[in-house]
T-cell receptor, first 112, second 113 residues
Framework: QKEVEQDPGPLSVPEGAIVSLNCTYS??????FMWYRQYSRKGPELLMY????GNKEDGRFTAQVDKSSKYISLFIRDSQPSDSATYLC????????????FGTGTKLQVIP | GAGVSQSPSNKVTEKGKDVELRCDPI?????LYWYRQSLGQGLEFLIY????????KSGLPSDRFSAERTGGSVSTLTIQRTQQEDSAVYLC???????????FGSGTRLTVV
C-alpha cells in the first residue's frame, strides 16, 4: 500500500464547476500537506502548503486536511480551462528535513 | 536564476550508454532533490542534498545511479549502463530550508532505446 493514495482520474468537469480532489494517507507522522499542479511536460508547481488539520484558502483554491480520517482535499471554485492539469497531493513528517511523499496525481480536464 | 534549470530537456540514449543530467537550483536554496516520474507511478524520490551534510541516497534504485553537488549549487545525476526501465522524466527540485515547499525544474525526459 502506498503511503499517499490518490485516484488517478481522469476527472472531467464543465467550466465554472466546483472541483473536489482527494487523497488519503496512512502515515500518522505526516504533519505537513501540499498540493502541486503539473501541466503537461512541465515540473510540478506548489499550489498549497498546510500544517496539520484545518482549511487554508488562496483565491479559488481551498485545501482541507482531516488528520482524524487521514484525508486531504483540494477544492477549486469556478473552475477554468486553464486549471486543466494533473494535481498531486503530498505529505511530509514534521521536524525539518524529511522526504516528501507524493500521490500519483489526478488528471483534471475543465471543458469550456 | 529565477527558477530551477535542468538540462538537457530531452535525452535519447542507447541501452548500455552512460548519461549525465544537470540541475541548476535557485540561488540560495540549500536543499536539492532528485525525483523520477514514470507514467502511472507518481514521483519517486532518488536523492537529497542539504548544505554540507552527507546526501540522503536512500532512493537511488541501483548502484548504476549516482549524483553529486558541487559547491553547494549545481548537481549532476549520472546513470551508468542505462537500461530501458530507466526511461522516465527526471525532476530536480530545490527548497530554501529542506521543507516540502519545493520549486521544481521542468525535468529531463530520458528515453533509453
Amino acid at each position: 500500500q502506498k503511503e499517499v493514495e490518490q485516484d488517478p482520474g481522469p476527472l472531467s468537469v464543465p467550466e465554472g464547476a466546483i472541483v473536489s480532489l482527494n487523497c488519503t494517507y496512512s502515515n500518522s507522522a505526516f504533519q505537513y500537506f501540499m498540493w502541486y499542479r503539473q501541466y503537461s511536460r512541465k515540473g510540478p508547481e506548489l499550489l498549497m502548503y498546510t500544517y496539520s488539520s484545518g482549511n487554508k484558502e488562496d483565491g479559488r483554491f481551498t485545501a482541507q486536511v482531516d488528520k482524524s480520517s487521514k484525508y486531504i482535499s483540494l477544492f477549486i471554485r469556478d473552475s477554468q480551462p486553464s486549471d486543466s492539469a494533473t494535481y498531486l497531493c503530498a505529505a511530509e513528517n514534521s521536524g525539518g528535513y524529511q522526504k516528501v511523499t507524493f500521490g500519483t496525481g489526478t488528471k483534471l480536464q475543465v471543458i469550456p | 536564476g529565477a527558477g530551477v534549470s535542468q538540462s538537457p530537456s530531452n535525452k535519447v540514449t542507447e541501452k548500455g550508454k552512460d548519461v549525465e543530467l544537470r540541475c541548476d537550483p535557485i540561488s540560495g536554496h540549500t536543499a536539492l532533490y532528485w525525483y523520477r516520474q514514470s507514467l502511472g507511478q507518481g514521483l519517486e524520490f532518488l536523492i537529497y542534498f542539504q548544505g554540507n551534510s552527507a546526501p540522503d541516497k536512500s532512493g537511488l534504485p541501483s548502484d548504476r545511479f549516482s549524483a553529486e553537488r558541487t559547491g553547494g549549487s549545481v548537481s549532476t545525476l549520472t546513470i551508468q549502463r542505462t537500461q530501458q526501465e530507466d526511461s522516465a522524466v527526471y525532476l530536480c527540485a530545490s527548497s530554501l530550508r529542506g521543507t516540502g515547499g519545493y520549486t521544481f525544474g521542468s525535468g529531463t525526459r530520458l528515453t533509453v532505446v
